[in-house]
């Protein structure tokens, strides 16, 4: 606020006036005889009051112009507190269209951050699916590629089987020779194959003659045949073969009977003929 000067009233005016009235008042008491006539004592009542009237009027004439400028200042202070509650009304309004602008961001934000999980969620969804699929198709792939390895193991197997049993067969051709020399070039020969192929883990064994015939480690030329209890092995035909320690084939071999279950001369029988 402002600060302001009251303007200062000359007083000297009225009080001239004021005491020009009462001199006109004693002059008139003095000229006056007594009682005093009604036109005197009118004009000495009307000098005393308008000399009043003059003696108070600029303490009037300042008292009303204070109030007018108290009433003009606190008319100011009004003014520049509603200027105060505008701005104030105007920075609510702000504040209020910011929020809103905000909210409004927020929600489409929301809306975005909730598509995008959808999204992620239908993504995550399709990729574990996919995986799924993937891996179905990898096991069934390495299934097949397990059987396959399984088929081609067993077939490699029988190969090398079948040639260890040519071994056998050439150094038992050998030992039918009569030739010593030979008989020990192809023992050399056979041991040498089956140490090839036991670093392979195929390991060779042999049954021994007139050994009990066990069903875990023997078996007859007919694989389907099984002898009486108590049969004995005559004859090796075949040596038995195990990989990585189980059986692939057991010794083939002939057996032969118990002297009680023996046939009779006149009608021989032979285990091994599937006939």
């Known amino acids: 606020m402002t600060d302001r000067s ?17 001199a006109l008042a004693v002059w008139i008491i003095r000229r006056s005889p007594n009682p005093f006539a009604p036109w005197p004592l009118f004009f000495l009542v009307a000098s005393g009051a308008i000399g009043a009237w003059f003696c108070v009027q600029p303490f009037l004439v300042e008292y009303r112009a204070e109030l007018a400028f108290a009433e003009a200042d606190v008319l100011t202070t009004a003014v520049d507190q509603i200027k105060n509650l ?16 905000v909210q409004e961001q927020s929600a ?35 299934r097949l590629e397990a059987d396959k390895l399984r088929r081609g193991e067993g077939e490699w197997l029988q190969i090398v089987i079948r040639l260890l049993d040519h071994v056998y067969a050439l150094y038992q051709a050998g030992v039918r020779s009569g030739q010593p020399a030979l008989r020990e070039q192809l023992l050399n020969f056979q041991n040498a194959c089956r140490e090839i192929v036991r670093r392979l883990g195929i390991v060779a064994f042999e049954a021994e003659a007139d050994a009990p015939f066990n069903e875990k480690a023997h078996q ?34 002939t057996v032969k009977l118990p002297a009680e279950l023996a046939p009779e001369p006149d009608t021989p029988v032979s285990l091994n003929d599937p006939n």
Do not use: C
């Open 6 to 22: 009251v303007p200062k009233l000359s007083k000297w005016p009225f009080y001239a006036g004021d005491l020009l009235l009462l």
């Open 86 to 101: 505008q701005t104030l009304s105007n920075q609510i309004s702000f504040a209020t269209a910011q929020w809103q602008l």
């Open 220 to 253: 007859l030329m007919d694989s389907e045949a099984r002898p009486p209890a108590g049969a004995r092995v005559a004859e090796m035909l075949a040596v038995g073969y195990t990989f990585q320690g189980q059986l692939l084939r057991g010794a083939v071999v």
């Open 108 to 142: 489409k934000t929301l809306i975005s951050a909730k598509e995008m999980a959808e999204q992620m969620t239908v993504e995550a969804k399709s990729f574990g699916e996919f995986m799924k699929r993937a891996n179905d198709l990898e096991k069934t792939h390495l």
